[in-house]
């Protein structure tokens, strides 16, 4: 019965030859056009996950909690000096927040006017007593400096500091950091080329500026388009067009780089379609080198690539009916289906070439071919599409939908070959074969190997028993991070920043129901091993407050009047050469003091080239001498006014980003540098959610979107298999003979399991869905020979089905093999899997499953 509707279904494409063809080519205009218009892509990584799954839920209600954190792009600024970071994160957030079209909020969180008032009072008293003592031990100098802000009363100040090492009154080492930044200033200077100097390290001996960070951030939430490839090029884009107009970038002072969530994925979408034109086309030209010599003539070769191209268009305005959007993973479908489907036209392609030598006329040669090829094709088309089915109902959506697009690409692609192929093939009038078709290479070497068969399966039962061994050992690389290129602007960022513990973006988040429930919270996570560091509101409000306040009170006593703002004459070229002049004065009694290689015996060098320098010069040197000085005397003063504060004189841009408008407060815990591989972040996430089951954030997503995919995937795969072997029982009717297609299957799935560990290869997120293409592959393959043995073949590998299989499985690896060679690490390694995975499988079809059919009886 279905061998005479499948020739029955040839049949009707030969003798309706053109008009099929012409309706086919029109159904793929107008299916094509569809998805070009209808066809989106959702590049938003959330929607590739169940909105159902409980750690989906708490990412949606913490996003509802705190809208102004989520979709971060993060610039992050360092400079020559702090203050050249603060001045291009504070012209650039001023630029940005100027720009409503590319952005939607911009901040800066290390720039609250509390912290430059409170920020003494976050210092331990161990610290904050030595650092005041420091400044106040200063005085004369600062005291200089407040009364003259230039370089003529910073030369003055150095004066006295002179005197102070002559007289045995001033110890030099705290400050040795800071005369080695002033020295290198003025050294700079007197060679023409200015640079800033930084009061931030020169006062305090430099512990400020260190206890402040390397980086400087501007947090900003862009005005995204996830229709786009790179949702947030636009926004990124003028970024560095702001940045570069800035005085300290231009100057190549300072760098402003762009990282986190939404810079991480513009990144990886980038390069993904970095060369991704050239592979194509080069892929396309290796398809089509295959084809020739599988088919050898134009006349047979157009035809397999026209109804590939009819095909992927059906195919494509599927999912724009079914779908409207393609994730990031069902992105995958058009070379998943130009893989697998062109093996089915390629398998019906040389069987008719077999049937045309038999047969010289084409009409029943088409005939003979789909009686003879039409059922196999049928359930290896079948039984992929189940393959891929199975996905459907899991919870990880990017792949569902892969697995409906591809699945039923798989069923059109069989009609496609069932009826259009054979009625271009009646257009193209192909001439009939001279010779047989097949390989008679091969067959001297299948009757070799049957000599040795038994060796040989020992030698598979050997592999497969390895295979087994190794199954339980393979590894999964969780952290998604490990998949983007390493050499991109935005994952070097992160890498820097996960470096420094200041700014370590390992981090789970907590809702507490109040601000004490939060204390409470972070009370227990300070106590876990794998926590380095818990905040949440009230770690805003110092502690031990009476006792640094003391201090501080002590200390701006001494210095008040001496830090008092005083208006300064304007200063001239002269006058700076006569500050000069009475510095190197006040220095020489010192240095006598001092090694030749101290920094102060390089200052009084310096000074001296610049005695005689030209005006230009020296007012040059004035203005990196004290650019940032007002400003850091003001910083003083205004540190030194420090308050007692309470969680109710806690600013609004703090209390925003961590408290609710309906009262919860975030809590968020860091992780220990053990956290950042993936056993140390699944040890992370558990210890905490032992404490707070409902905790989200970075951490938890990467640890939960892991176990979510491998539980797809041994789902899907365990589905796959059970629906293929209920396919091959309902068709071979004999479970001896579905046994036969399986068992091929299973060794190539363990002779891959060999392979990865030989070759080194971790499972990954974009290289595990390799597997179910596995299934396809396999199964098509296998089908084919045992559909063969079942109507009486002996031999094999010299036939018209094993040059089939042979350039089938040449045109799927050019095609996965073009993704081996692409620059997005993820996507390479998705390419070396399948590789490797086809391998095994040719091995297994071409080399075990030929013995086994020569030891079972029909």
């Not at 970024?239 to 005085?247: E, G, K, S, V």
């Not at 420090?642 to 703090?654: H, S």
């Not at 539980?711 to 059970?722: D, E, N, P, Q």
Request: glycine letters at 6%; aromatic letters at 6%.
């Amino acid at each position: 019965m279905l061998a005479r509707l499948l020739v029955g279904a040839v049949d009707l494409g030969r003798r309706h030859a053109l008009l099929i063809t012409a309706l086919a080519l029109a159904l793929a205009a107008l299916a094509g056009g569809f998805a070009v218009r209808h066809l989106g892509v959702d590049t938003d990584t959330d929607h590739m996950f169940a909105e159902s799954l409980p750690w989906r839920q708490n990412e949606i209600a913490f996003a509802r909690a705190f809208p102004t954190l989520a979709d971060p792009l993060v610039v992050v600024i360092d400079a020559a000096t702090p203050e050249e970071a603060d001045a291009t994160a504070a012209a650039l957030a001023a630029a940005l927040a100027a720009d409503p079209a590319h952005f939607r909020s911009v901040k800066r969180p290390d720039a609250s006017p509390y912290f430059a008032r409170e920020g003494l009072l976050f210092l331990d008293t161990a610290t904050l007593g030595p650092l005041l003592d420091q400044i106040v031990d200063a005085q004369p100098f600062l005291g200089q400096l407040a009364a003259d802000p230039s370089a003529r009363g910073l030369f003055s100040a150095l004066a006295l500091i002179g005197v102070g090492v002559a007289q045995g009154e001033a110890d030099l080492a705290p400050y040795l950091p800071a005369l080695e930044s002033f020295d290198a200033t003025l050294a700079a200077s007197a060679d023409g080329h200015p640079t800033p100097l930084s009061w931030q390290r020169l006062i305090g001996g430099g512990k400020l500026a260190d206890l402040a960070g390397r980086y400087r951030f501007v947090l900003v939430q862009p005005v995204l388009d996830h229709a786009a490839l790179a949702p947030g090029k636009a926004a990124s884009d003028a970024i560095r067009a702001a940045a570069a107009r800035l005085p300290f970038v231009a100057a190549g002072r300072a760098h402003v780089r762009l990282t986190g969530e939404v810079a991480l994925d513009d990144e990886e979408f980038s390069s993904l379609a970095q060369g991704m034109l050239i592979d194509t086309i080069g892929s396309l030209a290796l398809i089509t080198l295959w084809l020739m010599l599988a088919v050898r003539g134009p006349r047979l070769i157009l035809p397999i690539l026209t109804t590939l191209g009819l095909g992927l268009a059906l195919t494509s305005g599927f999912a724009a009916l079914a779908v409207g959007t393609l994730n990031l993973v069902s992105l995958a479908f058009a070379i998943l289906f130009v893989g697998i489907a062109v093996d089915f036209a390629i398998q019906f392609t040389v069987r008719f070439r077999e049937a045309h030598h038999d047969i010289p006329e084409p009409g029943a040669a088409l005939a003979a071919t789909a009686r003879i090829a039409g059922g196999p094709i049928l359930i290896a088309a079948a039984a992929t599409a189940a393959g891929f089915y199975a996905f459907v109902p899991t919870a990880f959506a990017g792949v569902a939908e892969l697995g409906l697009i591809a699945g039923s690409g798989m069923i059109i692609a069989f009609f496609c070959t069932i009826l259009f192929l054979p009625a271009f093939l009646t257009l193209a009038r192909p001439r009939g074969e001279p010779a047989p078709v097949g390989f008679s290479t091969l067959d001297a070497l299948e009757r070799r190997l049957d000599r040795i068969k038994g060796p040989v399966l020992t030698a598979f039962a050997a592999l497969a028993l390895l295979g087994l061994f190794l199954l339980p050992h393979l590894r999964f690389d969780s952290d998604p991070l490990h998949t983007k290129n390493p050499h991109g602007e935005a994952m070097r960022t992160l890498h820097d920043l996960m470096d420094d513990p200041l700014t370590n973006p390992t981090s789970i988040d907590i809702l507490a129901p109040d601000a004490d429930a939060a204390d409470q919270l972070a009370a227990k996570l300070d106590h876990v091993p794998e926590v380095a560091d818990v905040l949440t509101l009230d770690r805003f409000v110092p502690t031990d407050q009476p006792k640094k306040l003391a201090l501080i009170e002590d200390a701006a006593s001494l210095l008040a009047t001496t830090l008092a703002p005083r208006e300064a004459a304007p200063v001239t070229a002269d006058q700076i050469r006569l500050a000069i002049a009475t510095a190197r004065s006040g220095l020489a009694p010192a240095l006598a003091k001092l090694p030749p290689d101290h920094p102060l015996a390089r200052i009084n060098a310096d000074l001296a080239r610049l005695a005689d320098a030209p005006d230009d010069r020296i007012l040059a040197m004035n203005a990196a001498l004290t650019q940032f000085l007002p400003e850091e005397l003001a910083r003083l003063r205004a540190a030194l006014a420090a308050k007692p504060v309470t969680r109710a004189d806690l600013p609004p841009e703090i209390i925003e980003d961590w408290r609710a408008q309906d009262g919860r407060v975030r809590v968020e815990a860091l992780a220990t540098p053990a956290g950042h591989d993936s056993a140390g972040l699944a040890a992370f996430v558990a210890a905490v959610r032992a404490l707070a089951p409902t905790a989200g954030g970075m951490a938890v997503i990467i640890v939960e979107t892991s176990k979510t995919i491998v539980t797809a995937f041994t789902h899907a795969m365990i589905g796959a298999l059970v629906a293929i072997a209920v396919i091959l029982l309902a068709a071979l009717r004999r479970p001896r003979d579905a046994a036969l297609v399986l068992a091929p299957l299973l060794l190539s799935a363990l002779l891959t399991v060999v392979g990865i560990r030989l070759a080194g290869i971790t499972l990954n997120f974009a290289n595990i869905i390799a597997l179910p293409l596995l299934l396809g592959v396999g199964v098509s393959f296998n089908i084919y020979f045992v559909m063969n043995w079942r109507a009486g073949a002996s031999r094999f590998l010299g036939t018209a089905t094993a040059r089939a299989i042979l350039f089938s499985a040449a045109t799927t690896g050019t095609a996965f093999g073009s993704l081996a060679l692409s620059h997005h690490p993820g996507t390479a390694s998705l390419g070396a899997l399948l590789l490797l995975s086809l391998t095994a499988t040719l091995i297994a079809t071409l080399v075990f499953e030929p013995l086994m059919l020569a030891i079972t009886r029909r």
